[in-house]
């Protein structure tokens, strides 16, 4: 148990559907992060909150939407995928403050398969 | 860009040898630090090094960071079965946001029973 939670595991879905991952920490911290996990390449940043603002969004496509409603939910707003979408999609969380570098603790991803 | 590259990109051996993996990154940092991934799970974090140490400990665990060379190397002694894992480094910017994390692309351990 790392106190994050990402909802679904897995997630099948067609180009043309509307599907959205979820993400819990119950940490208490301040800062989330979207990252996308391929075969054979590094994990890439696509998004970061800190204290529900958007502050990192990495030339991510429109068709990956964030949202942060509060600091201890994430939602990442799928539309019109492709298939090299598909991915592990990982969600973390850190203390952001006067300390630099907190560890991010991460969930255990959603895979995600775009038919 | 900044990226963090391990080496070996794998590595296998039996329980009771010692594993060390090594990083390398191409700008200056604040931090460095070492996550392991099992199978299907996500990234847990090991340990954390500062630009301005050289060798850190935790339990079998021994990190250290040449920053002159832009590399770091992560030895874990006396592996067990349960150590088989894939192994990141991430590191930040200097000067840029702290907790804007680059991971490189891993080594695969497998230890051997």
């Known amino acids: 148990e790392t106190g994050v939670t990402q909802t679904p595991r897995h997630l099948v879905m067609g180009m043309t559907n509307k599907k959205s991952l979820k993400c819990e920490q119950h940490?208490?911290?301040?800062?989330m992060y979207w990252y996308k996990q391929s075969a054979k390449k590094p994990l890439e940043l696509m998004f970061v909150?800190?204290?529900?603002?958007?502050?990192e969004n990495n030339s991510v496509p429109s068709r990956f939407s964030p949202e942060c409603p509060n600091s201890s939910h994430l939602f990442l707003h799928l539309h019109t995928l492709q298939p090299e979408d598909s991915a592990l999609y990982l969600c973390?969380?850190?203390?952001?403050?006067?300390?630099?570098?907190?560890?991010?603790?991460f969930g255990d991803g959603t895979r995600l398969s775009i038919l | 860009s900044q990226q963090g590259e391990e080496d070996p990109q794998a590595l296998s051996i039996q329980e009771g040898e010692n594993a060390t993996m090594n990083c390398s990154y191409k700008?200056?940092?604040?931090?460095l630090q070492w996550y392991r991934q099992n199978s299907g799970r996500g990234l847990v974090h090991l340990i954390l090094?500062?630009?301005?140490?050289r060798e850190k400990h935790s339990g079998r665990l021994r990190v250290t960071l040449d920053t002159s060379k832009k590399s770091s190397s992560l030895l874990i002694t006396a592996s067990r079965a349960a150590d088989t894992a894939s192994y990141f480094c991430?590191?930040?910017?200097?000067?840029?946001?702290?907790?804007?994390?680059?991971f490189g692309t891993g080594t695969l351990l497998a230890v051997q029973p």
């Open positions: 973390a969380s850190s203390q952001v403050g006067e300390v630099s570098n907190q560890p991010q603790h």
């Open positions: 940490l208490g911290h301040n800062a």
């Open positions: 909150y800190n204290f529900k603002e958007q502050t």
């Open positions: 700008t200056s940092i604040n931090n």
């Open positions: 090094i500062r630009s301005n140490e």
């Open positions: 991430a590191t930040d910017a200097k000067g840029g946001a702290t907790n804007k994390l680059i």
